[in-house]
């Protein structure tokens, strides 16, 4: 078994953390959600209750962190309090969820702020061409070394946060919320309640990644104290900041102007608040905070492949070598740009959240089995913000699912996900006891899978472009 150093401490946890956050949701989702909700008040209320949401998330995989200090996240958390092939399902689902589409959104959404669709056609550059050389930076900053990538990624984090905190300052100075008009039709009783569940749904997208320091605790000394510490560290700065942020944004112009902006509305509002010159001023801001965003999920994911290559559940390559797993970052700069290929901004988003949400509450969840509680009764006062987070996250995604004209698409995507995470797991034996003779079945196993999962996202795709009602 490789020995890893133990090199991350609580500010590249915590940065870690609100790289992790602070990626595409917050920039596409209130123009969305305005639509929706028909109410400015509304969409910042959202966002203020799906804070309270990630928080209470937060504080649980501190608990999970305490009860099994080591790196793989939902796969350890989930192999060790089900059985392991639950796990193996959570990594695979991490794989094409978690963080290859999770990155693939992110690069897509830096590409469509940086180089707009018309600057491309006039070039001659083909779609996705600057998300996958993103994808690739990223990759090479933490497949060198270590420290250089961590070093570079903290130092643009905080770059990241000094000009998200000079914007807000200068936005909050300009803003008039009265002289903007709001004059749209309210929602009331049922309709209220279940646009609101929907769009906590999406919103809840943004706020994931809370839970990014977990994936990196084998490198990490004394993980069980500093990685809860920077869990909620980092999501308190990332929820005051989407609150403001999106109070900003909502607030900034009239509200036919935000529903009309949809993917676009953090650049709507900087425009309206300070002219063009501003405009291409937060684009930057906004470039920058999803580059980071892109380069922390090249840091995280890999160190879960690792984790699985070293109980067999993928191959030995994938482990870590001289301190970094070069090939496992290698393979996930090679899926993402898969996906980037074949994909649409909207259509991922929709598909992340339920995968997402549903794999965070598994394992929230499995706090509350005996072998994790300790001695500990149902109910104790620990496990009430399990118990928020997995009712609040159950509630959005079955509200959202239900509700949503194109949610069945998205639940149809997440079920071949997982359906071929398992046949895949019921195929397989533990790599190292692989003989030459069964490479070729294993490795037919391994490639239906991966056409299921493909299947999956371009008939999710499809659905997302047809004119539903």
Known sequence: MVRTRKQF??????????????????????????????????????????????????????????????????????????????????????????????????????????????VAEAIGLPRGSVAILVVAVAGLMHGIR??????AQNGAVLLKLLLLVAFLIFALLKLRPGQVQNDLDPLEGTGLAVAFSRQLMWIAFSYMGFNAAVYIADEVPDAKSKIPAALLLGTLIVTVLYVLLNFVFVYSADSSVIMGSFDKVAAVSAESLGGAWFRNL????????????????MMAAPRVYAKMATEGMMPSLFSVQNETPHYAILFQVFLASLIICFSTLEGLLGYLGITLSLCAAASVGSLFLPQQRK??????????????????????????????????????AAFLTVSAGCMLYLSRKPWSRIRSSEWVPIGFAIGLAFLINLLALGFLFFTMTMDIP
């Open 9 to 118: 401490g609580l500010w590249t946890l915590t940065f870690l953390v609100i790289a992790n956050m602070v990626g595409a949701g917050v920039f596409t989702t209130s123009g969305f959600a305005m639509g929706d909700l028909h109410s400015p008040f509304l969409v910042v209320t959202a966002w203020v209750v799906a804070g309270l949401i990630a928080l209470a998330g937060a504080f649980s995989y501190g608990q999970l962190i305490r009860c099994m200090p080591e790196s793989g996240g939902e796969y350890l958390f989930l192999s060790r309090a089900f059985h392991p092939m639950v796990g193996f399902i959570a990594g695979w689902v991490s794989m094409f969820a978690g963080f290859t589409a999770a990155i693939a959104v992110a690069a897509l959404a830096l590409e469509s702020y940086a180089l707009p669709d018309s």
């Open 146 to 151: 270590v420290k250089v990538g961590a070093h």
């Open 282 to 297: 937060f684009t930057i801001i906004i470039s920058i905070a999803l580059f980071t965003s892109v380069t922390s999920m």
């Open 375 to 412: 001695g500990q009764s149902l109910a104790s006062i620990a496990l009430l913000a399990p118990a928020f987070y997995v009712g609040a996250t159950l509630l959005a995604v079955i509200m959202g699912c239900l509700y949503h004209p194109k949610g069945q698409g998205s639940i149809f």
